[in-house]
């Protein structure tokens, strides 16, 4: 009965563990550059933020254009005459006060509201577009690292061949015992660039779901290959100049000088007294009294000053604060237009013959190996600079990307209808 037990436990579970087996695992989901930029324009929080920050100087401008509201003023009570022999009776007013505004004051006003809704619309464009450049630099790091890490399996492939035929080769005797030994040391090293090639792809895929945000699964690859674009950038000269006329951030720097300088204004029209105008009818038991009149506030104690030299300080500020953000562009354009320069160099020197001729090395070592002309050593050593080589190549690939991104970015390009 145990036996039968026994026996049926063990059936159940190789059911069970062939089911599992039958079942396919799901395959991480591939996503291209397309998708995810729309993605990260649906689901980052900070793109939400500034969309929140737009409406709300959206809001600011309706606030800008309201009049002020008037004011209206009920009382009532009894009435008592001085003469003992009088009756008492109840008294009631209704008052309404309306102040008025100037003009000038009004549109001053309106005038730093529409500059606070450039300024947001501005920033909205700035945070979008480095947003956009972000995610496409993220997309090629992960095509670079999940290239990195074909390499290094790739490499740990090829050494682990190598090492099995150098441990026959000991084993017969046809080889001295420190060539097993070199081949193990470069087993394990390549056992190690496979595991840290690995995670770096993970570290770039945690960082680029960061940037779209939630919806992205956990466990997620990208489509494509890290592209070879080699192209002829206009003349720095050139490029400052359309840094300087497209880039959102000049623009906002711009106009957040504009509403410091409608700030400044508004402060020293708020000095004029600003009328009231007030009307009022009252009624005694016997007596009735209509008012009109007018109110002025008197600017015998506070005349604004403070108020009036804080605006002009930050008017100050803002000015410098955009002249700095374009020495800043400038000075980010020149560093990735020297990146791209240096990458393009790199990857000439490279196509033109010395990714070629590492590669003959490499052939000519392991020919020589194979016919006992050479050590384990020589053949290592041909394999290493091979590695070296190509791992350079498609460093300067990757950097000649990340620059012309980072070029794009500054220009304002049209990163969705590239990814088109």
């Known amino acids: 009965m145990r036996r039968l037990r026994a026996s049926g436990l063990l059936l159940l579970a190789v059911l069970i563990f062939g089911f599992a087996a039958a079942v396919p695992v ?10 995810l930029m729309q993605a ?8 939400q933020a500034m969309r929140a920050q737009e409406a709300a100087a959206q809001a600011g401008l309706r606030t800008a254009r309201a009049y002020p509201n008037p004011e209206l003023e009920v009382g009532a009570g009894p009435s008592r005459y001085r003469q003992l022999n009088e009756q008492t009776g109840t008294n009631w007013i209704v008052g309404l006060a309306q102040p008025l505004e100037q003009p000038s ?76 030994i070199k081949a193990d040391t470069e087993l394990l090293n390549a056992s190690k660039n496979r595991q840290s090639a690995m995670q770096r792809v993970r570290e770039a895929q945690v960082g680029l779901r960061n940037l779209v945000g939630p919806a992205l699964p956990e466990d997620f690859t990208v489509s494509g290959e890290l592209p070879l674009r080699l192209i002829d950038l206009p003349p720095l000269a ?4 359309e840094v300087l006329a497209r880039n959102p951030a000049v ?27 007030k009307a009022s009818v009252e009624q005694d038991p016997d007596l ?13 104690w506070n005349q604004r000053q403070g108020a009036i030299a804080e605006a002009a300080a930050n008017l100050s500020q803002a000015q410098a604060l955009a002249e700095q953000r374009r020495l800043a562009l400038l000075r980010e354009l020149d560093a990735a237009y020297s990146r791209y ?29 194979r016919f006992g002309e050479r050590g384990i050593l ?26 012309l991104v980072e070029i794009d970015r500054l220009r304002t390009a049209d990163f969705i209808g590239d990814a088109q």
């Open 341 to 369: 320069e240096n990458a393009r160099r790199q990857v000439e020197i490279f196509e033109s013959g010395l990714l070629r001729q590492a590669e003959a090395a490499l052939k000519v070592a392991e020919a020589a190996y």
């Open 105 to 180: 004051l009004r549109r001053a006003r309106i005038r730093g509201a529409e500059a606070g809704i450039g300024a947001a619309d501005a920033a909205l464009q700035a945070y979008q577009n480095g947003l956009l450049a972000q995610v496409k630099a993220s997309y090629y790091e992960i095509l670079w690292r999940q290239a990195q890490l074909r390499m290094a399996e790739d490499d740990h492939a090829l050494l682990e061949q190598i090492r099995n035929r150098v441990k026959v080769r000991v084993d017969t005797g046809e080889a001295p015992r420190y060539e097993l």
């Open 378 to 403: 020589d053949y290592l050593d041909a394999q290493r600079t091979f590695r070296a080589v190509r791992q350079d190549f498609l460093t300067a690939r990757y950097e000649l990307q990340a620059s």
């Open 251 to 277: 623009a906002q720097a711009t106009l957040e000088t504009e509403r410091a300088r409608a700030r400044v204004d508004l402060e020293r029209r708020l000095r004029t007294p600003q009328v009231t105008v």
């Open 40 to 47: 990260a324009l649906r689901g980052n929080p900070g793109l």
């Open 26 to 35: 799901r395959a991480a989901e591939a996503f291209s550059l397309a998708e």
């Open 238 to 241: 050139s490029l400052r100049q």
């Open 288 to 300: 009735q009294n209509w008012r009109l009149g007018l109110a002025l506030p008197l600017p015998l």
